[in-house]
């Protein structure tokens, strides 16, 4: 037996409320989640990134300074030693970064090389008291620049990996957009699907309404 008209057209009606609700409730969920998978892309591992270039600046910077003291164009480390300092507050900011648990690891090794390369330096001046020992000179001197040297490395490794962390972070919201895509495309195709029932449909109705 055929449904009254009223509750037809009342089934119709609420059919269609009800896919325009899905569709723009999954449309804003489908949006929010590539915004936040492009913001963690570009605001995740950045910071990362530009803390690894400002700690190889600093590095790089403490070994100028050691080849100026080597070449007795300053009397003292203390210059070096400073860039260290500046350099072991940045690995701390790095550490409280988001998304930092990743790269611990890094963090840690060039914050280790850094102490090694700092008690290097802090023997130094002790090699030129009375007169020069150049071969003592030499070697630490050698030591120190092959520690700054690993130092450099380290940093130089914890930007690739912020890097490849960013391309990879860009993947997934590029696979998530595709997504989102033919998500919405399979909603565009079921609401027109509906739509052509609901027309096929209310022409028979209207014939019946005509007929009676």
């Known amino acids: 037996m055929a449904r009254p008209a009223g509750v037809q057209i009342r089934r119709w009606f609420l059919l269609l409320v009800g896919l325009l609700l899905v ?15 492009v913001r963690s892309a570009t605001e995740e591992a950045r910071p990362l990134l530009g803390a690894a270039v400002a700690i190889r600046a600093e590095i790089l910077a403490a070994q100028r300074d050691l080849f100026r003291y080597l070449a007795e164009f300053t009397p003292d480390v203390a210059p070096a030693l400073s860039r260290l300092d500046n350099l072991g507050k940045l690995l701390e900011r790095a550490r409280g970064l988001s998304g930092a648990d990743g790269f611990r690891a890094e963090l840690d090794g060039i914050g280790r090389a850094a102490d090694r390369y700092r008690k290097v330096l802090e023997i130094l001046p002790r090699t030129v ?17 092959r520690l700054g040297t690993e130092v450099e490395k380290r940093a130089d490794r914890l930007a690739s990996l912020a890097l490849d962390r960013i391309r990879s972070n860009g993947e997934a919201a590029a696979r998530l957009a595709a997504w989102v895509r033919w998500a919405s495309a399979g909603a565009l195709g079921v609401g027109v699907l509906t739509a052509v ?8 109705f209207q014939d019946m ?4």
């Open 129 to 145: 008291e009375g007169a020069r020992d150049w071969n003592r000179i030499e070697e630490y001197g050698t030591m120190a620049v």
């Open 197 to 204: 029932a609901l027309v096929r449909w209310w022409r028979r």
């Open 209 to 212: 309404i005509l007929g009676l």
């Open 23 to 37: 569709t723009n409730a999954g449309a804003l969920t489908a949006s929010w989640l590539v915004e936040r998978s």
